[in-house]
């Protein structure tokens, strides 16, 4: 995957993908004892920065038994040289720890860190600690935490006065693939991830546990952050970086022309929202096609959206087979937008079957009411090809998948990842903490939780921003996967414009249409 559009992305390694950058980085002559001293030294730095003035600070440093126990005890070495006060508490006999944790567990007390069992906290009469360091389960964690390291973090949580909680790599009790505790989970102030962040630490339902999430750098090579597996990419202001660029000497057609289907009478407002989206987000030109009845609400006094009525004059319903005029417009556009307030009758089926059957139709965008068609109909799906993207809600999703929404929800990852075995198209799994995939492909995530973005309308803009992106992409190897990834945080981005203005909500889907040029800015 070395030099793929996504290298540029943050990486965002499981805890088994960021055990094998470890073991490549040893193989590589590093020896596992400077990565946990460089670990350290990383969130030295980054508690030093929240807390200036560490000298007389009373530290207790909960050791665990793997690698997080001897980034504790590393850790505590430097926070004496600082002239802060660290006691380190451990959960098994000093004589039971290995290797490179056995290494600075001894170079610590070599310099005079004292260290104490764990029972210490409860039995022995101890200044209150003013910052208090969680090494207790670190990466590797999965299932469910024993009773005895449950205790530990409820202890740490109901501590009183609160001290300043400090996480090493992933807060202890939290899942980092899912972000989700287990069932409970330390709640820190930072948490300082090691070489990379985790997916599930950039999970928006995570920010509760983790606080500030910073990732602190320990000399991983870079042939190994490059060459090595990682099966998440992070969707934040990098991603913006990657938007296609203006062309020299360029004109309207550089940009793409982007046909919308939708928007019949009563749902017309949704088909304006793609077609604007699409325009807002650099297309050239946009042509929004309709039963012909619904053609001055699908415009809405837009000039730029050119419009392709179906039918007679008052006609409502979708035609069964293509028209001339449509099939021509339809070989003029470099990506299709269809769905948008589509409708689900019998017309629209039989619309959507003459459409997928038409040789060589431009890549489309598959939203809304067109996302349940398909799933009523293997025989629609069936005709998806890569360069297609599906834009679900959870809803959507759920009866693509012929399963129950709440399942969707209970777990995203496995929800698109069955999504993505099922189509060879791209796919967007809308909501909080988006997600987009595509066969072959890493999983993007978006770390957002934008408030603002949580109102009808709003997927209808981010089909539009896909398809425009799409058509700009048409040239690259995965222009499915990147437009959908592109548009998620062009989207997301919109929205924390729209948040300045709006900060309790209010704001409507046009406004965050009219937001994604300034987006495009960040």
Not at 336 to 342: F, H, K, S
Not at 410 to 438: E, I, S
């Amino acid at each position: 995957m070395n030099g793929e559009w996504w290298s540029a992305l943050p990486p965002l390694p499981l805890p088994h993908e960021m055990q094998q950058w470890d073991r490549q980085a040893v193989e590589l002559g590093i020896l596992p004892e400077i990565l946990m001293e460089n670990a350290a030294a990383a969130a030295f730095r980054q508690l030093s920065a929240l807390c200036p003035r560490l000298a007389e600070k009373q530290v207790w440093l909960l050791m665990g038994s793997g690698n997080n126990g001897g980034d504790a005890a590393c850790l505590a070495r430097y926070l004496l040289d600082a002239g802060a006060c660290p006691h380190v508490f451990h959960t098994r006999p000093l004589e039971h720890y290995r290797n490179e944790t056995a290494y600075h567990l001894r170079t610590a007390r070599t310099c005079g860190v004292p260290f104490l069992p764990v029972a210490a906290l409860t039995e022995t009469p101890l200044p209150h600690p003013d910052i208090l360091v969680d090494g207790l389960l670190g990466t590797g964690f999965s299932g469910q935490l024993r009773d005895d390291a449950r205790r530990l973090v409820s202890f740490v949580n109901e501590l009183s006065p609160r001290p300043l909680i400090l996480s090493l790599d992933v807060p202890s009790g939290l899942d980092a693939t899912s972000g989700l505790p287990c069932p409970e989970a330390v709640k820190a102030d930072m948490t300082v991830s090691f070489a990379a962040a985790k997916p599930g630490l950039m999970l928006p339902w995570a920010r509760p546990y983790t606080g500030e999430c910073h990732v602190g750098p320990i000399a991983m090579p870079a042939k190994v952050r490059e060459e090595g597996p990682c099966s998440f990419r992070l969707l934040d202001g990098h991603a913006l970086t990657l938007l296609p660029a203006m062309t020299a000497a360029s004109y309207k057609n550089t940009y793409g022309h982007i046909l919308v289907m939708g928007g019949r009478p009563g749902m017309c407002g949704a088909g304006h929202l793609a077609a604007r989206g699409a325009l807002r987000s650099g297309a050239g030109l946009v042509t929004a096609a309709m039963p012909a009845a619904g053609e001055d609400q699908v415009r809405m006094g837009w000039p730029e959206i050119m419009t392709l009525p179906l039918g007679d004059p008052g006609n409502r319903d979708w035609p069964a087979q293509l028209p001339d005029d449509l099939r021509q417009r339809l070989h003029q556009c470099r990506a299709l937008v269809i769905g948008p307030g589509m409708g689900r009758g019998k017309d629209s089926h039989a619309f959507l079957a003459a459409l997928l059957k038409e040789p060589e139709r431009p890549a489309c965008v598959f939203d809304a009411d067109a996302l349940m068609l398909l799933a009523g109909d293997p025989a629609l799906l069936a005709a998806l090809g890569p360069g297609d993207i599906l834009t679900p809600h959870p809803g959507e999703a759920a009866a693509l998948l012929h399963c129950p929404g709440s399942a969707v929800q209970q777990d995203r990852m496995a929800a698109l990842k069955a999504l993505c075995a099922a189509v060879p198209a791209a796919v967007v799994l809308k909501g909080a903490g988006t997600l987009v995939g595509q066969r072959d492909c890493p999983t993007g995530l978006s770390p957002l939780d934008v408030p603002q973005l949580a109102m009808g309308g709003s997927g209808d803009v981010l089909a539009g921003c896909t398809a425009a992106l799409l058509a700009r992409l048409q040239e690259s190897p995965r222009a499915a996967h990147q437009a959908a990834c592109l548009a998620v945080a062009l989207h997301a981005a919109a929205g924390r414009i729209l948040a300045r203005t709006h900060p309790h909500r209010g704001n409507v889907a046009g406004e965050l249409a009219d937001a994604l040029p300034q987006a495009m800015t960040l």
